[in-house]
């Protein structure tokens, strides 16, 4: 059991290559006849575009376009000047001779495919008997007044030309018709042809968009015509293990003679090899029924008058298209039927474990599956046996996990179009709408491509990488919602963010967007992200991190309605902080216009585990491939990570989390003492509230959030793997959670014992990322251990990438005489010179006061107003870290507040060190709009401020905290990320 396990237990399947297949096709056609025989096949249309009318009514791409000619002599020009795949010639009863045409054309071009189409007609489908002896046409087909015949000749020619290749390559289906009378094979291959895309089509539904389902019609079963047993014989010898099914008359020549019985020894022949494969006879004698009957063979009487529609539904219930009926071994009846693969998914859970061996012992399953083109699982199903398993149990289990991993598996690196009829837990990445996915769901749309062709290279870690489940709303429901609702004038006026939230809520998203939503909410009871990605978010210049909205949601009502609201509610705020205060401001300060930005939505499942009434993942991270504060051992072209334990928010607002270079997991600069480490470790944590049973719409996102200790988490039992213990008594920090003495949150086990390879896993990934992507990149991720079941999860949840500035000339600081300088920083951020900056805005460190933090940000927000409207940027400095969340740790201002600051300073001071920042949406605008970022610590030596330099300028504006200065001649200011010197110079 377990070596049969191993064959898929990869979270992975090779795809199959839908884009290689069909590549050999008929493209250009030359129809020759005369004017008469063309105004009768037209009728009221010209042939090319009925054909290609015909195409688009069965969903076929690559119409072929068709030249006519009426005469021998100008088709022998024609097929001299240009490449023809197909000539098709039209036979009369009067002096044109379609035979004699494509003889001699034959003889000049052997190798091109020739019809002769002749028009219903006893005497002349007597005389073709007899004049296709010899004919150099390679078929002859009856024109009965319908252009699917058309069709049927383009397809049949196709699937002959690609047979070989396709099925060698993919294990594409066959349908194997013989039948030696024209009359008959012409009226039956429309049909066939009609029902098989039909079928195909409505087979291939399950989390596909458009464009996949284009592709795997490529994959559908081929046709293959043969007109006598010898042919028909081969064909199924040839491509036996691909065969779905024969429909074959009974007489017809063998051996050069007619047989009468040549139906009835084709399938003997074929039983000797499969007692299971469909079969269907069709005959004018009603009496070889009962002969069918040995064989086990449908029977059809060609005198029926719904014979066409008869061989469709046969087709239909056996060939694998229909619906999988799973039958009572003892009645004989249908217990339960599976139309697509998520319900023969469900179904297979609860049928008998007989009827189970029924169907597997005949391979039921793995025809039922090529049928549907899903080549990758039917070919690990139909090599198995029963022997292989101890009990039907065992069966089960193997049948429902297979399908599990496969379903997982195929929904990667697509986005789907919605389907309320097949959306389930197994689902990947959905939209809703037809417009855009925005700028941060296109970022998880390409990772979680990326990450499909990477799945197998994770395999042996035994955990599953992968985006949370999603679905995305796309910028034309935002439309819809606005336009319906009247909304712009609301949005675009100076109304404030809690008025502009209010209107938007009393709205109601369009019923068919809300329909969707209550089919999503059908299959997730989990907690939900609601997360903003619009069309400029996460771009290559202008990544709008932090501006918008994201909400969390518990979704654990009882009450599917209030479930409902609650998603609802959550996307109207989101769609509102379009508008909010903030947001317009960035687009003002980044030069966008507030009209081009359209708002889709990111739905997700949050990462993590609930434990007791909250829910959280054991850590989240974001690591960027390259370090822009390199410190010690530390390179700036080697990654480096944050990590924090429960919610990604301690990350994102810049409160104490770890640091540590992939590269070089054991050396982390903040547990270099266990005095650093009481101090620098993190003490806190974020978890959603799932106390409380309903979404609270507020401007403040973090609402449902809880601020929690860590020690809460240790009591969850969701730490033991991230902490370390305090040994009071000795001073020493021991690696373990066993251990007595105080919890602290060090990440030794995952970093030092690599009990996790999460270190691997980021190289792996930023390398992978950033060759993609052609420029180094941010992501943010979540992991989450399970105890009990030891499934470890990592999550990827963001892919940014990082603006890396301008290329300069390395800068060396430590030559500079401290008196041509106000800083000398050794750690800087950006690339090159700025030269035109006049205006610097400093906290004087002698009046600064860690509680007033808030008040002094208000008063640098109301200063940056001023160099808004006056266009204009400045050198902006102060202590600790700009743009934390929490106020003790710097100035909590956000990116707007500082908007037009070209050049901002974290000046440590002696009573207030804090380690540098990085991770946030605050650094990442830092970044991507070429901020340059200094940092110095004259206290600990490192680097230089002359703040009595400062003192002696006069101030264009001074409170209890601030002073502008304005000089004269521009500040020049150089930084070198490369080496991570930074200079601002005296002018």
Known sequence: MSQVLNEYDQHYFQDTRFDILMRKRISEVLLICNDYDAFMLEEDGRIEEKVFNEYSSLHLRFPPHFNRVDSYKSALTLMREKNFDLVITLHNSGSWNAFK??????????DKPM???????????????IEVKHSSSDYIFSWLGDTGIMVAIIKLIEDKMNADDDISTAGVQVIILVEDSIRYYSSYLPVLYETLFEQTLHVMSEDLNEHQKNLRMRGRPKILLATNYEQALSLYKKYKK?????????????????????????????????????????????????????????????????????????????????EFRFIDTKTNKVIATASNLRELHLALKSVPGETLEYHASRNHFSKWLRARTLFPLADILKPQKIENFGNMDDL?????????????????????????????????????????????????????????????????YGLEISIPQTVVLATDVFNEFMTENSLYETAYSDADDITIMKRFLKCELPKWVKEKLLKFLSSNNYPLAIRSSSLLEDSYYQPFAGIYATYMIPNNSPDADKRLKDLTDAVKCVYASTFYEGAKKYLKATKNVIEEEKMAVIIQRISGMKHGNRFYPTFSGVARSINDYPIGYEKHDISISNIAAGLGKTIVDSEISLRFSPSSPNNVIQFSSAEFALKYSQKHFYALNLRSMSFKPDINESRNLLKLDVYDGVEDGAFNNIVSSYDHASNIIRDTYDHPG???????????????????????????????????????FAVNFDPESENHSFHLLQVRPIVSGFESGQINISSMDNSETIIKSYSSLGNGVLEDI?????????????????????????????FIEQ?????????????????????????????????????????????????SHFFHNITTFGIFYLSVNPFLKDGYFDTEYLAQIKAEYEDDFIRHISTKKPIIIKSDGKNGHGVILKP
């Open 396 to 460: 089960r289990k193997y049948l429902v996990d297979v399908i599990k991993v496969f379903r997982k598996s195929s929904s990667k690196g697509i986005i789907a179009q919605f389907s309320r009829e097949n959306f389930d837990e197994f689902s990947g990445f959905a939209r809703i709408g037809q417009g855009s996915i925005g700028g941060k769901a296109r970022g998880l749309a390409f990772m979680d491509s990326v990450l499909k062709n990477k799945q197998k290279s994770y395999s042996y």
């Open 742 to 780: 105080s919890k602290i949150l060090t990440f030794a086990n995952i970093l030092k014992r690599e009990t996790f390879p999460l270190s691997t896993i980021l190289i792996d990934l930023l390398q992978t990322l950033s060759g993609r992507m052609s420029n180094p990149v941010e992501i943010e």
């Open 115 to 129: 019809v002769v189409l002749a028009p219903f007609s006893r005497k002349i489908l007597t005389l073709s008997d």
């Open 242 to 322: 691909n065969v779905l099914g024969v429909i074959t008359d009974v007489e017809y020549g063998k051996n050069s003679n007619l047989d009468r019985s040549a139906g009835f020894r084709l399938c003997s022949q074929i039983r000797k090899y499969d007692r299971d494969i469909p079969l269907l006879v069709q005959s004018s004698i009603e009496e070889n029924r009962k002969k069918a009957e040995k064989y086990s063979a449908g029977f059809i009487n060609k005198q029926s008058e719904t014979l066409l529609n008869k061989i469709g539904s046969f087709v239909k219930a056996n060939f694998g298209f229909g």
């Open 101 to 110: 045409i494509n003889s001699d054309l034959k003889k000049i071009f052997p």
């Open 871 to 919: 266009n204009k940027n400045y050198i902006l400095i102060g202590p600790g870290r700009w743009g934390t969340s929490d106020p003790w740790l710097g100035i909590p201002v956000r990116w707007e507040d500082v908007s037009q600051a070209a050049v901002i300073v974290e000046a440590g001071q002696k009573d207030f060190i804090v380690q540098q920042s990085q991770g």
């Open 838 to 866: 006049y205006d610097l805005v400093y906290i004087v460190p002698e009046k600064f006061n860690p509680a007033k933090t808030e008040e002094i940000a208000s008063k640098i927000k109301l200063l940056n107003k001023k």
